[in-house]
């Protein structure tokens, strides 16, 4: 593997001997014998306890550590000694799988380095066999107990569980919880419908949200708390009206749409979306007067004024249509042609 490359420069002394940097700054001196691997896990901190799983940080992460039930999205490398290219990566992935800890992930000290990492941080871990494929490897590609390097990225966690014990409680059971903590599983929800819908999974997405909102919907809040729980359904509502017009149900998505209204009755994202609704189903007055509502909020918007353009086509297409329908059907008669043969058409 090309370590010289991936973790900075040596420089080599005399015939017997190389020089490296520590990270307090003084020099390193490594021994001939030592494999690459065996020379980087010397300033690498422990984290397993036995030296079976070493992590160097690369760029610091911020917020709380990795839950174990979460269900973490990384992007990561792994490589064998002396080999330049990864064994296993999902880095070329546009978008990578959402990975439940403890049922997704199949190695123990992949599982180990992300409990210890936070949101945003990029770390290289080294896991002896015993944290990895083990005394037998992974044949043909991994060999026999060997020790691999994986770099990972850790992009964000969501934590379900907390979400998944709640919602498994009855109402009467979940009204004794506190208000922060129903908008907290309320959120929890709507960020999983949120990565569910960018990965285009929009049934599930629906699913997420829904559950989202009745929760919402269900809990009473004094009023000052109220505009909380509001503020949390409108973006719910929003996720939703926006899924439906994915699924291509466009009367579902004006229905969560002026919901949003309700609540909001200015918001120019519900306009907007109950206006893509009503120009699907050729509702085109009302997805004129909901876009127009739209652009008054937002008058710069591009999305906003590109539908005003494409619903001003589609008018257009729809009037020609129907002007072409017209005169077929009260144009003179062909020269060819009777009054009875023509008149069977409107019996």
Same mark, same amino acid.
């Given at each position: ?109 992949? !599982? ?11 770390? &290289? ?85 829904? &559950? ?12 000052? !708390? ?7 359904? %409108? ?16 009367? &579902?998505?004006?229905?969560?749409? !002026?919901?949003? %209204? ?22 085109y007055q009302k997805a004129r007067d909901f876009l127009v509502r739209a652009q008054k909020e937002q008058p710069f918007n591009h999305d906003i004024n590109n539908e005003l353009k494409k619903l001003a086509s589609c008018y257009r297409d729809y009037t020609d249509k129907e002007k072409e329908m017209c005169h077929r059907m009260f144009a003179p008669y062909d020269n060819g042609s009777t009054v009875g043969e023509n008149s069977r058409f409107?019996?």
């Amino acid at each position: 593997m090309a370590l010289q490359a991936r973790y900075g420069p040596r420089r080599i002394r005399g015939p017997g001997t190389a020089v490296g940097v520590q990270p307090d700054g003084s020099e390193a001196r490594f021994v001939p014998h030592k494999s690459p691997y065996q020379r980087l896990s010397r300033w690498m901190l422990d984290i397993s306890g036995d030296r079976g799983v070493l992590k160097d940080i690369i760029r610091e992460g911020a917020g709380e550590l990795v839950s174990p039930d979460a269900s973490v999205l990384v992007k990561y490398s792994g490589y064998l000694e002396h080999m330049d290219k990864p064994f296993d990566s999902n880095c070329f992935r546009k978008t990578p799988r959402l990975m439940k800890l403890g049922e997704d992930i199949t190695l123990w000290g992949m !599982e180990l380095g992300i409990l210890s990492m936070r949101r945003g941080e990029l770390a &290289r871990f080294l896991f002896k066999p015993a944290y990895a494929y083990g005394t037998l490897g992974c044949p043909p590609l991994i060999p026999p107990n060997s020790t691999v390097l994986f770099e990972i990225e850790l992009l964000d966690f969501l934590d379900s569980a907390e979400s998944d014990k709640f919602c498994a409680l009855s109402a009467e059971q979940q009204d004794r919880f506190p208000l922060q903590k129903v908008l907290k599983v309320a959120a929890t929800e709507r960020e999983f419908g949120n990565y569910l819908f960018r990965q285009n999974r929009f049934y599930y997405a629906k699913v997420r949200y829904k &559950r989202a909102l009745s929760l919402l919907r269900r809990r009473s809040a004094p009023p000052e !708390e109220l505009h909380l729980v509001e503020a949390a359904k %409108l973006l719910v509502l929003l996720n939703l009206s926006f899924t439906y017009l994915k699924l291509e149900q466009p009367a &579902r998505a004006l229905h969560y749409g !002026e919901q949003a %209204l309700i609540i909001d009755q200015k918001n120019a994202k519900a306009l907007f979306r109950c206006g893509q609704a009503c120009l699907i189903m050729t509702e085109y007055q009302k997805a004129r007067d909901f876009l127009v509502r739209a652009q008054k909020e937002q008058p710069f918007n591009h999305d906003i004024n590109n539908e005003l353009k494409k619903l001003a086509s589609c008018y257009r297409d729809y009037t020609d249509k129907e002007k072409e329908m017209c005169h077929r059907m009260f144009a003179p008669y062909d020269n060819g042609s009777t009054v009875g043969e023509n008149s069977r058409f409107f019996n």
